[in-house]
């Protein structure tokens, strides 16, 4: 295996300290998770993107009841501190929810000698579920670390991912923890 | 609302009659409401999409425990005789889950003068979730009819539809009846 | 080299016996040398690709002067009788310039084990060029084969294709005979 | 007619003073053209984007012969000096030729309420035509600067771009000079 991370959506604007919304309660709630997974990868030499929202406040996504969030070129498109990235990670900005629409994100993947993405960050219902079964469709394996994703709350992401648990795309498709994904790579 | 119908892999493999698989079951049932919401679009004008798996036997999603399926050029990639395709409607393969990848689809709706896609068809938490938020995310409204989707149980179908209603996505993206939809555009 | 054979639009509407406009005059004279190449590709186990036109009547290219030409489902965008392709053959409708647009061709090509495209067919500045350069795009080597493709003149055709000899593409890209092509390809 | 200005290449790497590579010469000579064009545009209001190639050293375009260019996250991908960007601009980096390949340019173009793209930079024969075509295959009505616009030498520009003058695709896609672009616009 050789597996790219890919952290979704873990913006400045979803990750605000203090707030009380859901999806920031949420989030912040899998940053520990997150800080191990980046170090353990780094250690391991395992190529990091941060697929981060980056949209313009004409997006037809704004039609609905949404606040704008994650505006491009505003800070709070920006991959939140706690998570620290390095210069020799790619930061991704994206226009919608997959990580790899409109995006060269497969061909850099490619590029980085990838042949497995492992999917992290907020939340699992969109982005998330979006980027993984989008890297299925790009011919990648996909892992979706359970315990370093999150939602509006912990029901809807168990809900989310039991439904790509032992589903037909296993194994193509995996939900793992943190720590099981860690012992398969630590095993080589 | 000017709405085109999606109807997603309701092929022949999926729909083989006597088989005892979940996913054929439950596809076969909802063969009447989609048979009615077809004829009640074919009145109103609607135009009326087939989007159909159309696999090469060498695919990734093929490295799995899935079986060959829906594979292009064989007669189980056909559209359903039960839904009779008309001469009008569009035949679209598609060569991975959403209907939208790479394919023209997009281009094909605006060209049709839609601004809705309604989706419906198997499964629900794979291709048919997937079109229709890759519809959201070349920015057409989205109306995913609960009635006229399955998956291997209804248990599942609604666990992964109710991801779905009332998210911050509503009302871009909305969850319906076929029976609320048909008194939505009666009502014009 | 694990070449691909692409054939661009060399559709009944584009090659009408009698006619005498010049594209169909050209492409016509073509017809020869494209038949040794496929006789030969075959032997040889390439795989070959008929990428043909398949428009709407509503499409933005029919806006300027164009006739409508090789239209979706009917006879005109079928590929002529003289090249006489195969079951074995992939024929891929596509739906603007280049073969890529909108298609899954580079995860076809990828799939046949090709890493270079040979590209023939018509019109040298418009489906040729951009198939071509689309190719380089895509991560694959390219090769035009300048008797087996036309424009609706040789000076317009040879002004094109002199663009691509030594740019600074070559060898990713390489203009080439007919001949010289076979000839390499034999010399294993 | 709601131009939008595209930019192509114009960045430091290629536009290098002291240089005596021909593409840099070539390059330099059209600056004050386009300073000319960016100003009168600015004035009227008209969207201006910088597409600007944003390589990796893995890329396969260096493969062949061309040394390392415009880099991403260099110095050398920035636009060059002479244009100034504004806040307002666009920059858009691009990882191969056209500037709608692997981007989301079709759909900023049409968020700015575009539907005419406005080429310009170099080289006319690689980056400008496909751009150019490209643009038509993403149903915009396309104009060529053609002393907007430059190649290794004024011939192969020329020769270029006659091959797009009076085709098949005109209207759709015309060739023009700087002052009679201005003309057209100030007439309204």
């Known amino acids: ?13 979803n990750l ?4 009380r919304h859901p999806v920031v309660l949420e ?9 191990k997974l ?6 391991k030499g395992f190529p990091i993107v941060f697929a981060c929202d980056s949209f313009l406040k004409e997006d037809f996504i704004f ?12 800070e709070g498109a ?3 501190d706690e998570l620290n990235p390095r210069p020799t990670d790619t930061i991704l900005p994206k226009r919608r ?8 994100l497969a061909e850099r993947l490619r590029g980085l000698g990838a042949d497995t993405i492992v999917v992290t960050g907020i939340t699992a219902e969109v982005c998330v579920s979006m980027t993984a079964l989008d890297g299925l469709c790009h011919d ?3 892992i979706v670390l359970e315990d370093c994703t999150s939602s509006q709350d912990k029901e809807r992401r168990q809900s989310c991912l039991n439904l790509y648990r032992n589903s037909t795309l296993y194994p193509l498709l995996r939900v793992m923890t943190l720590s099981d994904f860690l012992n398969e790579v630590s095993r080589g």
Chains 1, 2, 3, 4 share one sequence.
């Open 1 to 13: 295996m050789k597996p790219a991370i890919i952290v979704v959506d873990m913006v400045k604007d």
């Open 78 to 80: 920006e991959v939140a």
């Open 140 to 142: 990648f394996y996909v």
């Open 27 to 35: 989030g912040r709630a899998i940053l520990p998770n997150l800080q």
């Open 97 to 104: 929810f997959s990580a790899f629409f409109k995006t060269d």
């Open 63 to 74: 039609r609905g009841k949404d606040k704008f969030y994650s505006i491009q070129g505003t």
């Open 16 to 19: 605000k300290e203090g707030s």
């Open 38 to 43: 980046l170090e353990e990868s780094r250690k």
